[in-house]
């Protein structure tokens, strides 16, 4: 019976240091120190390990950087196999050549942030990034502080510029305004099938199952992933679920366009059609005896509920509900130069 191998997790940046310190710091024989290394320890001194020594000693701090220090980039380990193919650390290291100090090559960590992480190669391809960052700025504030000013516009990247790079984009590009087309919403069942994985199709419609699993469907790439396919860069999270999911965006056009023509039956057309809206305050001067639970035995009866509510006929939605086709928001970016 053959044994289970267990699979090998993706080296943490504090790994990566260690594998370093260990290949490249400065060369010499740790026995001759007389006591042995504790693990996890960080050195103060020449060597990758701080030496916990039988009689106590006086730490030496580490030495101060200067301006005029040399570096240079160290190569990459010589096995890359264990880490994650989104890891840019292994690198961009580089090593103080006055006092053997290990850093981060902050231009290298870069470049490779975008070649790597976003498949960026030239400058024109960043400052779209960094334009698409600020409108995802403009569209969260307007979300929050006026209303949701498009139903389609979506951020079209899985990570965000360097914030240095945000500092340094150029008046001329924040100059030129940014436009929020309204558009509509999605309806229910579209909106289940652009966020449903393939293998929850069974929570869709018959018609809508088909589209994310049959040939020819006009969506099906949105749903293909090769079977071995690395999804998820969990190389700088410290929690699970601050990872990076790469799946592919989905366009509502394409959601769109790929259900016009289905047909549905009664009963599904029922489930795909915009319900009721309420519109609901606190009031002190009404008082309802009492809300009757609508999941008894889950939930307990509401009593001397404050809560006052009426229902919005179509005209009184707010414009974010109602959708407008042709509504167009145009908000122009300033940036501003703080004189002390």
């Not at 509509?184 to 699993?213: E, N, R």
């Amino acid at each position: 019976m053959s044994k289970r191998t267990a699979k090998k997790k993706p080296k943490d940046l504090s790994s990566i240091l260690s594998e370093y310190r260990r290949a490249h710091d400065h060369s010499h024989d740790h026995s001759s120190h007389g006591h042995k290394h504790h693990r996890g320890n960080t050195c103060e001194k020449e060597c990758s390990h701080e030496h916990h020594h039988h009689h106590e000693q006086k730490e030496k701090k580490r030495p101060k950087l200067s301006p005029d220090d040399k570096y240079t980039l160290l190569p990459p380990p010589s096995d890359l196999s264990h880490f994650s193919p989104f890891n840019i650390f292994p690198y961009c290291m580089s090593l103080n050549l006055n006092n053997q100090y290990l850093t981060l090559d902050i231009n290298e960590w870069k470049k490779r942030y975008y070649s790597i992480k976003m498949d960026i190669q030239d400058e024109e391809e960043k400052k779209q990034l960094i334009r698409k960052y600020c409108e995802g700025l403009c569209f969260v504030l307007l979300y929050y502080y006026v209303g949701l000013p498009s139903w389609s516009w979506y951020y079209p990247y899985h990570y965000a510029p360097p914030v240095s790079d945000l500092a340094q984009f150029s008046s001329q590009e924040l100059s030129q305004p940014v436009r929020f087309k309204m558009d509509l919403p999605l309806k229910p069942l579209q909106q289940l099938l652009s966020i449903l994985p393939p293998s929850a199709a069974v929570l869709l419609p018959q018609p809508y199952q088909a589209l994310t699993t049959q040939e020819p469907s006009p969506i099906k790439f949105l749903f293909s992933l090769e079977r071995n396919h690395t999804v998820i860069d969990d190389t700088e999270r410290t929690s699970k679920w601050e990872s990076i999911v790469r799946i592919p965006f989905v366009d509502p056009w394409y959601i769109r366009n790929a259900t016009d023509n289905v047909q549905l039956s009664d009963r599904e057309l029922a489930r795909n059609a915009t319900g009721e809206v309420f519109l609901f305050w606190f009031d002190p001067s009404y008082t309802k005896d009492i809300y009757k639970s609508t999941l008894p035995g889950l939930l307990d009866d509401i009593h001397d509920c404050h809560t006052n509510s009426i229902l919005l006929q179509a005209d009184q939605l707010p414009t974010h509900l109602q959708g407008n086709p042709d509504s167009l928001i145009i908000i122009t970016l300033n940036k501003q130069k703080h004189q002390k």
